[in-house]
Protein backbone atom coordinates (compact mmCIF):
# COMPACT_ATOMS: atom_id res chain seq x y z
CA UNK A 1 0.00 0.00 0.00
CA UNK A 2 1.35 3.12 -1.11
CA UNK A 3 0.22 5.73 1.76
CA UNK A 4 0.87 9.50 0.07
CA UNK A 5 -0.18 12.89 1.88
CA UNK A 6 -2.71 13.86 -0.34
CA UNK A 7 -4.16 17.72 -0.07
CA UNK A 8 -8.08 18.09 -0.75
CA UNK A 9 -9.22 21.19 -1.40
CA UNK A 10 -12.70 23.08 -1.17
CA UNK A 11 -13.65 24.35 -3.89
CA UNK A 12 -14.90 27.85 -3.25
CA UNK A 13 -18.24 27.94 -3.44
CA UNK A 14 -20.27 30.05 -5.71
CA UNK A 15 -21.96 32.03 -2.72
CA UNK A 16 -18.58 32.97 -1.91
CA UNK A 17 -19.02 36.71 -0.23
CA UNK A 18 -18.30 39.05 2.45
CA UNK A 19 -20.45 39.31 4.94
CA UNK A 20 -18.14 39.68 8.11
CA UNK A 21 -19.55 36.92 9.55
CA UNK A 22 -16.37 35.79 11.91
CA UNK A 23 -15.63 37.49 14.70
CA UNK A 24 -12.13 37.14 16.03
CA UNK A 25 -10.88 36.80 12.26
CA UNK A 26 -9.17 40.06 11.68
CA UNK A 27 -9.59 39.41 7.81
CA UNK A 28 -13.30 38.78 7.65
CA UNK A 29 -14.26 42.14 9.98
CA UNK A 30 -12.26 43.88 8.05
CA UNK A 31 -13.75 42.94 4.71
CA UNK A 32 -17.15 42.97 5.38
CA UNK A 33 -19.45 44.43 2.83
CA UNK A 34 -17.06 44.49 0.12
CA UNK A 35 -18.17 42.69 -3.17
CA UNK A 36 -16.84 39.62 -3.78
CA UNK A 37 -15.83 37.44 -7.16
CA UNK A 38 -16.46 34.18 -6.28
CA UNK A 39 -15.97 33.32 -10.31
CA UNK A 40 -12.49 34.43 -9.66
CA UNK A 41 -12.09 33.22 -6.17
CA UNK A 42 -12.82 29.74 -7.49
CA UNK A 43 -10.18 30.03 -10.70
CA UNK A 44 -7.94 31.31 -8.00
CA UNK A 45 -8.33 27.98 -5.87
CA UNK A 46 -8.19 25.45 -8.77
CA UNK A 47 -4.57 27.80 -9.76
CA UNK A 48 -3.94 26.78 -6.50
CA UNK A 49 -4.37 22.90 -7.50
CA UNK A 50 -2.63 23.12 -10.55
CA UNK A 51 -0.05 24.15 -8.65
CA UNK A 52 0.41 21.44 -5.95
CA UNK A 53 -0.37 18.36 -9.25
CA UNK A 54 2.90 20.26 -11.02
CA UNK A 55 5.28 20.05 -7.79
CA UNK A 56 4.25 16.00 -8.11
CA UNK A 57 1.93 16.32 -4.73
CA UNK A 58 -1.49 14.27 -4.83
CA UNK A 59 -4.44 16.39 -5.10
CA UNK A 60 -8.51 16.07 -4.25
CA UNK A 61 -11.45 17.73 -3.60
CA UNK A 62 -14.51 18.72 -1.52
CA UNK A 63 -17.54 20.19 -3.33
CA UNK A 64 -19.32 23.02 -2.27
CA UNK A 65 -22.01 22.64 0.16
CA UNK A 66 -25.91 23.62 -1.05
CA UNK A 67 -26.44 26.74 -0.06
CA UNK A 68 -28.43 28.45 0.68
CA UNK A 69 -28.65 26.37 3.31
CA UNK A 70 -32.78 26.01 3.08
CA UNK A 71 -33.45 23.32 5.79
CA UNK A 72 -31.08 25.22 8.20
CA UNK A 73 -33.25 28.43 7.69
CA UNK A 74 -37.11 26.19 7.69
CA UNK A 75 -35.32 24.61 11.30
CA UNK A 76 -35.11 28.16 12.35
CA UNK A 77 -38.79 28.75 11.27
CA UNK A 78 -37.81 31.17 8.69
CA UNK A 79 -36.76 31.03 4.37
CA UNK A 80 -34.20 32.83 2.43
CA UNK A 81 -36.15 35.39 1.06
CA UNK A 82 -37.47 36.46 4.80
CA UNK A 83 -35.05 35.69 7.17
CA UNK A 84 -33.30 38.59 8.64
CA UNK A 85 -30.13 39.99 6.87
CA UNK A 86 -27.66 37.85 9.34
CA UNK A 87 -29.11 34.56 9.52
CA UNK A 88 -29.43 34.89 5.57
CA UNK A 89 -25.73 35.68 4.62
CA UNK A 90 -25.03 32.50 7.33
CA UNK A 91 -26.93 30.26 5.65
CA UNK A 92 -25.34 31.82 1.76
CA UNK A 93 -21.85 31.54 3.01
CA UNK A 94 -18.77 29.43 0.95
CA UNK A 95 -17.54 28.95 4.25
CA UNK A 96 -17.10 24.72 3.38
CA UNK A 97 -14.25 26.09 1.32
CA UNK A 98 -11.49 25.65 4.21
CA UNK A 99 -11.21 22.55 4.02
CA UNK A 100 -8.86 22.62 7.05
CA UNK A 101 -12.06 22.82 8.95
CA UNK A 102 -14.01 19.75 7.31
CA UNK A 103 -12.49 17.10 9.90
CA UNK A 104 -9.84 16.25 11.73
CA UNK A 105 -7.62 13.17 10.37
CA UNK A 106 -5.18 10.41 11.76
CA UNK A 107 -3.94 8.51 9.40
CA UNK A 108 -3.91 4.38 9.88
CA UNK A 109 0.02 4.11 10.91
CA UNK A 110 -1.67 5.97 13.75
CA UNK A 111 -4.65 3.95 14.93
CA UNK A 112 -5.28 1.56 16.87
CA UNK A 113 -7.21 -0.39 13.88
CA UNK A 114 -4.65 0.36 11.43
CA UNK A 115 -7.46 2.21 9.31
CA UNK A 116 -7.49 6.32 8.51
CA UNK A 117 -9.90 8.11 10.99
CA UNK A 118 -11.73 10.98 9.86
CA UNK A 119 -14.05 13.26 12.22
CA UNK A 120 -16.24 16.04 10.65
CA UNK A 121 -15.83 19.07 12.67
CA UNK A 122 -18.78 20.17 14.14
CA UNK A 123 -17.73 24.21 13.79
CA UNK A 124 -20.23 25.31 16.70
CA UNK A 125 -18.70 28.21 17.81
CA UNK A 126 -19.79 30.51 14.42
CA UNK A 127 -23.01 29.77 13.70
CA UNK A 128 -22.85 30.36 9.76
CA UNK A 129 -20.10 27.44 9.82
CA UNK A 130 -22.56 25.09 12.23
CA UNK A 131 -24.23 24.30 9.74
CA UNK A 132 -21.92 22.93 7.61
CA UNK A 133 -21.21 20.00 8.70
CA UNK A 134 -24.12 17.53 7.50
CA UNK A 135 -22.81 18.65 3.80
CA UNK A 136 -19.37 17.87 4.64
CA UNK A 137 -20.16 14.29 6.59
CA UNK A 138 -21.84 13.15 3.19
CA UNK A 139 -18.86 13.67 1.33
CA UNK A 140 -16.62 12.03 3.86
CA UNK A 141 -18.72 9.61 3.79
CA UNK A 142 -18.75 8.97 -0.26
CA UNK A 143 -14.79 9.86 -0.38
CA UNK A 144 -13.61 7.78 2.06
CA UNK A 145 -15.99 4.83 2.02
CA UNK A 146 -13.65 1.93 1.62
CA UNK A 147 -14.15 0.31 5.13
CA UNK A 148 -10.78 -2.05 4.65
CA UNK A 149 -9.51 1.84 4.71
CA UNK A 150 -10.82 4.20 6.81
CA UNK A 151 -13.54 4.95 9.48
CA UNK A 152 -15.53 7.91 8.96
CA UNK A 153 -16.56 9.47 12.41
CA UNK A 154 -19.76 11.96 12.81
CA UNK A 155 -19.04 15.60 14.60
CA UNK A 156 -18.68 14.76 18.51
CA UNK A 157 -21.33 16.56 21.01
CA UNK A 158 -21.71 20.35 20.57
CA UNK A 159 -21.01 20.87 24.29
CA UNK A 160 -17.59 21.24 23.00
CA UNK A 161 -16.36 23.37 20.06
CA UNK A 162 -14.29 21.73 17.03
CA UNK A 163 -12.79 23.04 14.29
CA UNK A 164 -10.49 20.09 12.71
CA UNK A 165 -7.47 19.93 11.31
CA UNK A 166 -6.62 23.74 11.49
CA UNK A 167 -6.18 22.84 15.19
CA UNK A 168 -4.46 19.53 14.48
CA UNK A 169 -0.52 19.14 13.61
CA UNK A 170 1.26 15.51 12.71
CA UNK A 171 4.78 15.02 12.98
CA UNK A 172 6.40 11.98 11.73
CA UNK A 173 9.81 11.20 9.93
CA UNK A 174 7.96 10.21 6.80
CA UNK A 175 4.14 10.70 5.93
CA UNK A 176 3.35 6.93 5.47
CA UNK A 177 5.32 6.23 8.95
CA UNK A 178 3.58 5.85 12.67
CA UNK A 179 3.53 9.70 13.95
CA UNK A 180 2.71 12.29 16.77
CA UNK A 181 -0.14 13.94 16.82
CA UNK A 182 -0.51 17.31 18.58
CA UNK A 183 -3.89 18.71 18.99
CA UNK A 184 -3.88 22.27 19.73
CA UNK A 185 -6.71 23.61 21.84
CA UNK A 186 -7.79 27.49 22.82
CA UNK A 187 -8.56 28.33 26.58
CA UNK A 188 -9.51 31.75 26.49
CA UNK A 189 -8.21 34.42 23.44
CA UNK A 190 -9.51 37.87 25.48
CA UNK A 191 -11.87 39.44 23.34
CA UNK A 192 -12.10 37.25 20.90
CA UNK A 193 -13.52 33.51 20.88
CA UNK A 194 -11.25 30.47 21.70
CA UNK A 195 -12.95 27.85 19.15
CA UNK A 196 -10.99 24.27 19.68
CA UNK A 197 -12.05 23.22 23.18
CA UNK A 198 -9.74 20.26 24.63
CA UNK A 199 -12.90 18.34 25.36
CA UNK A 200 -13.32 18.00 21.73
CA UNK A 201 -9.93 17.09 20.74
CA UNK A 202 -9.50 14.93 23.54
CA UNK A 203 -12.36 13.41 22.37
CA UNK A 204 -11.38 12.76 18.84
CA UNK A 205 -8.02 11.18 20.13
CA UNK A 206 -10.17 8.35 21.88
CA UNK A 207 -12.29 8.03 18.65
CA UNK A 208 -9.43 7.58 16.63
CA UNK A 209 -7.42 5.11 18.97
CA UNK A 210 -5.12 6.95 19.06
CA UNK A 211 -1.70 5.68 20.94
CA UNK A 212 -1.71 8.41 24.62
CA UNK A 213 1.71 8.26 24.31
CA UNK A 214 2.29 9.79 21.28
CA UNK A 215 -0.43 12.27 21.47
CA UNK A 216 0.07 15.22 23.20
CA UNK A 217 -2.89 18.33 23.47
CA UNK A 218 -1.03 21.95 23.50
CA UNK A 219 -2.69 25.17 24.40
CA UNK A 220 -2.43 28.15 21.83
CA UNK A 221 -1.43 31.19 23.54
CA UNK A 222 -4.02 33.43 24.69
CA UNK A 223 -1.99 36.38 23.07
CA UNK A 224 -1.81 34.66 19.28
CA UNK A 225 -5.43 34.34 19.39
CA UNK A 226 -5.99 37.93 20.79
CA UNK A 227 -3.92 39.06 18.17
CA UNK A 228 -6.34 37.50 15.66
CA UNK A 229 -4.84 33.27 15.45
CA UNK A 230 -8.57 32.23 15.52
CA UNK A 231 -7.02 28.75 14.52
CA UNK A 232 -3.45 27.51 14.73
CA UNK A 233 -2.72 27.03 11.66
CA UNK A 234 -2.64 30.74 11.75
CA UNK A 235 0.39 30.66 13.37
CA UNK A 236 2.15 27.17 12.76
CA UNK A 237 2.53 24.26 10.36
CA UNK A 238 4.01 20.71 10.81
CA UNK A 239 5.09 18.74 7.68
CA UNK A 240 7.38 14.99 8.91
CA UNK A 241 9.75 16.39 11.13
CA UNK A 242 9.82 19.55 11.27
CA UNK A 243 7.26 22.28 13.15
CA UNK A 244 7.35 25.79 11.45
CA UNK A 245 5.96 28.00 14.11
CA UNK A 246 6.10 31.70 15.12
CA UNK A 247 7.66 31.98 18.70
CA UNK A 248 4.15 33.12 20.64
CA UNK A 249 2.15 30.52 19.49
CA UNK A 250 1.95 28.02 22.12
CA UNK A 251 0.99 28.78 25.63
CA UNK A 252 3.91 25.92 26.97
CA UNK A 253 6.26 26.13 24.30
CA UNK A 254 9.03 24.55 26.07
CA UNK A 255 6.65 21.62 27.13
CA UNK A 256 6.10 20.72 23.15
CA UNK A 257 9.37 21.04 21.83
CA UNK A 258 10.77 18.30 25.02
CA UNK A 259 7.85 16.01 24.27
CA UNK A 260 8.87 16.55 20.24
CA UNK A 261 12.34 15.88 20.56
CA UNK A 262 12.29 12.95 23.43
CA UNK A 263 9.87 11.16 20.70
CA UNK A 264 10.69 11.93 16.95
CA UNK A 265 14.29 11.57 15.77
CA UNK A 266 15.08 13.91 13.94
CA UNK A 267 12.25 16.84 15.05
CA UNK A 268 13.32 19.81 13.51
CA UNK A 269 11.56 23.29 15.04
CA UNK A 270 11.86 26.14 12.67
CA UNK A 271 11.29 29.15 15.19
CA UNK A 272 10.50 32.77 13.94
CA UNK A 273 10.62 34.89 16.92
CA UNK A 274 9.20 38.06 17.05
CA UNK A 275 11.32 40.22 17.02
CA UNK A 276 12.39 39.32 12.97
CA UNK A 277 8.09 39.10 12.23
CA UNK A 278 6.03 40.53 14.78
CA UNK A 279 2.68 38.20 15.15
CA UNK A 280 0.81 40.82 13.37
CA UNK A 281 2.67 40.69 10.07
CA UNK A 282 2.29 36.69 10.48
CA UNK A 283 -1.27 37.06 10.72
CA UNK A 284 -1.89 39.79 7.88
CA UNK A 285 0.96 38.08 4.96
CA UNK A 286 -0.51 34.31 6.41
CA UNK A 287 3.13 32.83 6.73
CA UNK A 288 2.17 30.21 8.86
CA UNK A 289 -1.26 29.19 7.07
CA UNK A 290 1.19 27.63 4.46
CA UNK A 291 1.25 24.11 2.77
CA UNK A 292 4.53 22.98 3.82
CA UNK A 293 5.08 20.05 1.67
CA UNK A 294 7.53 17.18 0.75
CA UNK A 295 7.26 16.95 -3.23
CA UNK A 296 8.94 13.90 -4.92
CA UNK A 297 11.93 15.02 -5.36
CA UNK A 298 12.61 15.38 -1.35
CA UNK A 299 12.81 19.49 -1.32
CA UNK A 300 10.38 20.66 1.68
CA UNK A 301 8.31 23.48 -0.13
CA UNK A 302 6.22 26.07 1.84
CA UNK A 303 3.75 27.69 -0.29
CA UNK A 304 2.73 30.85 0.69
CA UNK A 305 0.12 33.13 -0.39
CA UNK A 306 1.24 36.49 -2.75
CA UNK A 307 -0.05 38.52 0.79
CA UNK A 308 3.56 36.51 2.68
CA UNK A 309 5.70 38.22 -0.47
CA UNK A 310 4.53 41.62 -0.31
CA UNK A 311 5.33 41.53 3.73
CA UNK A 312 9.03 42.95 4.29
CA UNK A 313 9.46 41.40 7.44
CA UNK A 314 7.89 37.93 6.27
CA UNK A 315 9.42 38.13 2.77
CA UNK A 316 12.97 38.43 4.37
CA UNK A 317 12.31 35.85 7.01
CA UNK A 318 12.31 33.47 4.19
CA UNK A 319 14.54 34.53 1.86
CA UNK A 320 17.23 34.30 4.72
CA UNK A 321 16.16 30.94 5.97
CA UNK A 322 16.34 29.42 2.17
CA UNK A 323 19.73 30.91 1.82
CA UNK A 324 20.78 28.84 5.04
CA UNK A 325 20.42 25.45 5.54
CA UNK A 326 17.64 25.29 7.06
CA UNK A 327 15.04 22.58 6.34
CA UNK A 328 12.32 24.45 4.23
CA UNK A 329 14.26 24.59 0.57
CA UNK A 330 11.62 26.39 -1.30
CA UNK A 331 9.22 28.70 -1.21
CA UNK A 332 6.00 29.32 -3.96
CA UNK A 333 3.96 31.66 -4.12
CA UNK A 334 0.07 31.27 -4.81
CA UNK A 335 -2.66 33.63 -4.92
CA UNK A 336 -5.08 32.82 -3.37
CA UNK A 337 -6.64 36.33 -2.50
CA UNK A 338 -10.41 36.38 -2.71
CA UNK A 339 -10.46 33.32 0.05
CA UNK A 340 -7.67 35.57 2.05
CA UNK A 341 -10.35 38.69 2.09
CA UNK A 342 -12.24 36.34 4.16
CA UNK A 343 -8.89 34.85 6.40
CA UNK A 344 -8.79 31.72 4.77
CA UNK A 345 -5.10 30.81 3.29
CA UNK A 346 -3.43 28.25 1.37
CA UNK A 347 -3.14 25.86 4.36
CA UNK A 348 -7.51 26.53 5.06
CA UNK A 349 -8.22 25.62 1.92
CA UNK A 350 -6.79 21.71 2.17
CA UNK A 351 -7.38 19.13 4.31
CA UNK A 352 -4.56 16.67 4.67
CA UNK A 353 -5.33 12.98 4.07
CA UNK A 354 -2.36 10.75 4.45
CA UNK A 355 -3.70 7.35 2.60
CA UNK A 356 -3.39 5.21 -1.01
CA UNK A 357 -5.02 7.63 -3.18
CA UNK A 358 -6.37 4.04 -5.39
CA UNK A 359 -8.35 3.58 -2.19
CA UNK A 360 -9.96 6.74 -2.06
CA UNK A 361 -13.05 7.44 -4.07
CA UNK A 362 -12.02 8.56 -7.92
CA UNK A 363 -14.55 11.16 -8.25
CA UNK A 364 -12.69 13.33 -5.47
CA UNK A 365 -9.43 12.91 -6.86
CA UNK A 366 -7.95 14.95 -9.96
CA UNK A 367 -5.84 15.66 -12.67
CA UNK A 368 -4.92 18.24 -14.65
CA UNK A 369 -7.70 17.27 -17.04
CA UNK A 370 -10.46 16.84 -14.52
CA UNK A 371 -9.30 20.43 -13.40
CA UNK A 372 -9.85 21.73 -16.48
CA UNK A 373 -13.47 20.70 -16.77
CA UNK A 374 -13.80 22.00 -13.06
CA UNK A 375 -12.45 25.84 -14.48
CA UNK A 376 -14.91 25.27 -17.26
CA UNK A 377 -18.04 24.92 -15.15
CA UNK A 378 -17.23 27.72 -13.10
CA UNK A 379 -16.18 30.12 -16.33
CA UNK A 380 -19.72 28.90 -17.09
CA UNK A 381 -21.86 28.92 -14.06
CA UNK A 382 -20.39 30.91 -11.28
CA UNK A 383 -21.74 34.59 -10.45
CA UNK A 384 -18.99 37.24 -11.60
CA UNK A 385 -19.89 39.49 -8.41
CA UNK A 386 -21.79 38.98 -5.12
CA UNK A 387 -22.77 42.19 -3.87
CA UNK A 388 -23.68 42.29 -0.23
CA UNK A 389 -26.57 44.07 -0.48
CA UNK A 390 -28.07 41.57 -3.02
CA UNK A 391 -27.35 38.68 -0.85
CA UNK A 392 -31.16 38.13 -0.46
CA UNK A 393 -32.32 38.39 -4.05
CA UNK A 394 -34.20 34.98 -5.22
CA UNK A 395 -32.31 35.38 -8.62
CA UNK A 396 -29.24 34.89 -6.51
CA UNK A 397 -29.91 32.36 -4.62
CA UNK A 398 -30.92 30.27 -7.72
CA UNK A 399 -28.01 31.13 -9.54
CA UNK A 400 -25.84 29.82 -7.16
CA UNK A 401 -28.06 26.12 -6.85
CA UNK A 402 -27.95 26.01 -10.60
CA UNK A 403 -24.13 26.84 -10.77
CA UNK A 404 -23.44 23.99 -8.00
CA UNK A 405 -25.99 21.09 -9.80
CA UNK A 406 -23.43 21.61 -12.84
CA UNK A 407 -20.61 20.78 -10.92
CA UNK A 408 -22.20 17.67 -9.65
CA UNK A 409 -22.91 16.44 -12.80
CA UNK A 410 -19.94 17.46 -14.39
CA UNK A 411 -18.06 15.49 -11.45
CA UNK A 412 -20.85 12.47 -11.37
CA UNK A 413 -21.64 13.07 -7.75
CA UNK A 414 -25.17 14.11 -7.96
CA UNK A 415 -25.97 11.81 -5.21
CA UNK A 416 -24.98 15.10 -3.21
CA UNK A 417 -27.39 17.05 -4.78
O1 LIG B 1 -13.80 30.26 10.03
N1 LIG B 1 -13.73 32.64 7.50
C1 LIG B 1 -13.26 31.40 8.03
C2 LIG B 1 -11.80 31.23 7.68
C3 LIG B 1 -11.32 29.87 8.04
C4 LIG B 1 -9.87 29.74 7.91
N2 LIG B 1 -9.49 28.40 8.20
C5 LIG B 1 -8.35 28.03 8.80
N3 LIG B 1 -7.60 28.90 9.46
N4 LIG B 1 -8.03 26.79 8.77
C6 LIG B 1 -13.46 31.33 9.53
O2 LIG B 1 -13.26 32.35 10.21
C7 LIG B 1 -15.45 34.25 6.94
C8 LIG B 1 -16.88 34.27 6.45
C9 LIG B 1 -17.52 35.61 6.40
O3 LIG B 1 -17.14 36.47 7.16
O4 LIG B 1 -18.46 35.76 5.59
C10 LIG B 1 -15.06 32.92 7.48
O5 LIG B 1 -15.88 32.13 7.86
Not at 58 to 82: K, M, V
Not at 243 to 257: K, Y
Request: net charge negative.
Amino acid sequence: MALREINVDGIIGPSHNYAGLSFGNLASTKNAGQVSQPRAAALQGIDKMRANLALGLAQGIFLPNARPNRSWLAELGTDYEHADAPLAAAAMSASSMWAANAATVSPGPDTTDGRCHLTAANLRTMPHRSHEWPGTLAQLKIAFADPAHFRVHGPVPPAFGDEGAANHMRLTSKHGERGLELFVYGVTGGAFPARQHLQASKAIARLHGLDPASTLFVEQSEEAIAAGAFHNDVVAVANENVLFAHELAFADRAGLVGFCESRLPGFELVEVPAAEVPIGDAITSYLFNAQLVTPPDGEMTLIVPTEARETPTVWSWIERHIAGNGPIRRVEVVDVRQSMANGGGPACLRLRVVADPATVDPRFIVDDAKLDRLAEVIRRTWPIEIDNADLQKPSLATDVEAARTALLEALDLTELA
